[in-house]
């Protein structure tokens, strides 16, 4: 009899970390595989659904307009529970640390269904940054089953929190297995129309380094986290156009704006007038991962691209206060500038023009996987007994 696991997500980062581990469990045998999505973001979600051939078996559909997390959590729990009654998995898998993690992994548990959680231990330690993703995680932990743990830190953060060391396997990040694959992809029409769109060439065989040939140097932007609303993204944006004006046709700065309101509106009020800033919608994975190959430093807020960037050689500067991933931190590969207009400047100019100090971070060791860690989740799932 096949062992059912149920794979739930149901933004963008977890569907391109959750998608080789629903690849390899379609090809494995002895498991029967499902997908249930929340669509907690529907568009950027159905991008990724999109370039890994993925089609949910369940998609409830919950995306609302300015929603927030209360109602989105009610009805994660009111919608979610009549399939997990129906479909009756043996295993739920869950990723990260969003609202459907943290309802999945309780509804879960109230129906007594294993929890197995990818990218578990994560860890800040402050319970307002990031907001709400520090506490999901957390709780999710509480009723997990399986712990896949991207790194040794990770790992020593949930025993710490007296989780079996049994029930902890360190797999390395499946982030690196989706950058693996999507990066051997070519790139489509819309794939180059954009590049020229912003005013790159895209070129198959560039190395990059701060003082790259190229006479643009590409910086790209991300910047949407609930906790930098209102004055920190003020001041992100503030350094944003500073850099543009002091370097002028020597950068190109192009940002993917979040599609949120908090994000959209100061955002096109501060840069949209900039020749040398170019804003964009969300962006498909496929062409991020085209821009990430171009780029010669990343500023970001996100998690993932602290993952992502690092396996390319590009340089990160976190624009957060602390960070759940410290592994980059201590390798070399990202540096956490917060918020503060001035650092943020100040560290990016560095990059800019200092090849010593912009090679040290390029050349550095990503600490977060090897590409085979997909292999490792569905294996210590066949290897534990129900």
Same mark, same amino acid.
Request: glycine share 6%; net charge negative; aromatic share 4%.
């Given at each position: 009899m096949s062992?059912?696991?149920?794979s739930?997500?149901?933004?963008?980062?977890?569907?391109?970390?959750?998608a080789?581990?629903?690849?390899?469990?379609?090809?494995?045998?002895?498991i029967?595989?499902?997908?249930?999505?929340?669509?907690?973001?529907r568009?950027?979600?159905?991008?990724?659904?999109n370039?890994?051939?993925?089609?949910?078996?369940i998609?409830?559909?919950?995306?609302? &307009?300015?929603?927030?997390?209360?109602?989105? +959590?009610?009805?994660?729990?009111?919608?979610?529970?009549?399939?997990?009654?129906?479909?009756?998995?043996?295993?739920?898998?869950?990723?990260g640390?969003?609202?459907?993690?943290?309802?999945?992994?309780l509804?879960?548990?109230?129906? =007594?269904?294993?929890?197995?959680?990818?990218?578990?231990g @994560?860890?800040?330690? !402050?319970?307002?940054? $990031?907001?709400?993703?520090?506490i999901?995680?957390?709780?999710?932990? #509480?009723v997990?089953?399986?712990?896949f743990a991207?790194?040794?830190?990770a790992?020593?953060?949930?025993?710490?929190?007296?989780?079996?060391?049994?029930?902890?396997?360190?797999?390395?990040?499946?982030v690196?297995?989706? @950058?693996?694959? #999507?990066?051997?992809? &070519? $790139?489509? &029409?819309e794939?180059?129309? @954009?590049?020229?769109?912003?005013?790159?060439?895209?070129?198959y065989?560039?190395?990059?380094?701060?003082?790259?040939?190229?006479?643009?140097?590409?910086?790209? #932007?991300?910047?949407?986290?609930?906790?930098?609303?209102?004055?920190?993204?003020?001041?992100?944006?503030?350094?944003?156009? !500073?850099?543009?004006q002091?370097?002028?046709?020597?950068?190109?700065?192009?940002?993917?704006?979040?599609?949120?309101?908090?994000?959209?509106?100061?955002?096109?009020?501060?840069l949209?007038?900039?020749?040398n800033?170019?804003?964009?919608? &969300?962006?498909?994975? @496929?062409?991020? #991962? =085209?821009?990430?190959? =171009?780029?010669s430093?990343?500023?970001?807020?996100?998690?993932g691209?602290?993952?992502?960037?690092?396996?390319?050689?590009?340089?990160?500067?976190?624009?957060?206060?602390?960070?759940?991933r $410290?592994e980059g931190?201590?390798?070399?590969?990202?540096?956490?500038?917060?918020? !503060?207009?001035?650092?943020?400047?100040s560290? +990016?100019?560095?990059?800019?023009?200092?090849p010593?100090?912009?090679?040290?971070?390029?050349?550095?060791?990503?600490?977060?996987?090897?590409?085979?860690?997909?292999?490792?989740?569905?294996n210590?799932?066949?290897?534990?007994?129900i």
């Amino acid at each position: 009899m096949s062992l059912h696991v149920l794979s739930i997500f149901g933004t963008r980062p977890e569907a391109i970390k959750m998608a080789p581990v629903v690849q390899a469990l379609a090809h494995t045998e002895g498991i029967h595989s499902s997908v249930c999505v929340t669509a907690q973001h529907r568009q950027m979600l159905d991008q990724v659904l999109n370039i890994f051939d993925i089609i949910p078996d369940i998609d409830l559909n919950l995306m609302q &307009p300015n929603q927030n997390l209360a109602n989105l +959590t009610a009805e994660i729990f009111t919608h979610l529970d009549p399939v997990l009654a129906n479909q009756k998995p043996d295993w739920i898998l869950i990723q990260g640390d969003t609202t459907t993690v943290m309802a999945s992994s309780l509804a879960a548990y109230y129906r =007594h269904i294993r929890v197995g959680h990818v990218e578990a231990g @994560l860890r800040t330690n !402050d319970k307002w940054q $990031p907001f709400p993703e520090e506490i999901n995680r957390r709780l999710a932990s #509480v009723v997990t089953d399986l712990h896949f743990a991207p790194t040794e830190w990770a790992r020593q953060n949930l025993l710490r929190e007296n989780i079996p060391a049994g029930q902890v396997v360190v797999t390395g990040n499946p982030v690196i297995d989706a @950058l693996q694959a #999507v990066v051997k992809m &070519p $790139p489509t &029409p819309e794939v180059l129309e @954009l590049f020229k769109h912003i005013g790159i060439p895209y070129d198959y065989t560039r190395a990059k380094s701060s003082n790259s040939s190229s006479p643009t140097r590409l910086i790209l #932007v991300t910047a949407h986290r609930r906790e930098n609303f209102g004055q920190p993204l003020e001041n992100i944006c503030s350094a944003l156009k !500073d850099l543009a004006q002091t370097y002028g046709d020597g950068i190109r700065i192009v940002y993917p704006v979040h599609l949120n309101p908090n994000v959209q509106v100061p955002v096109h009020r501060m840069l949209g007038d900039l020749s040398n800033i170019t804003l964009l919608e &969300p962006l498909d994975y @496929l062409p991020m #991962v =085209h821009l990430m190959k =171009h780029a010669s430093i990343v500023l970001t807020d996100s998690g993932g691209l602290q993952e992502e960037a690092p396996a390319l050689g590009v340089p990160v500067l976190v624009m957060r206060a602390v960070t759940e991933r $410290p592994e980059g931190v201590s390798a070399g590969t990202v540096k956490l500038v917060g918020t !503060d207009r001035e650092q943020i400047i100040s560290q +990016t100019c560095n990059l800019l023009d200092n090849p010593a100090a912009y090679t040290a971070m390029a050349q550095a060791i990503n600490p977060y996987g090897d590409g085979k860690a997909a292999s490792r989740i569905v294996n210590a799932i066949l290897n534990t007994p129900i």
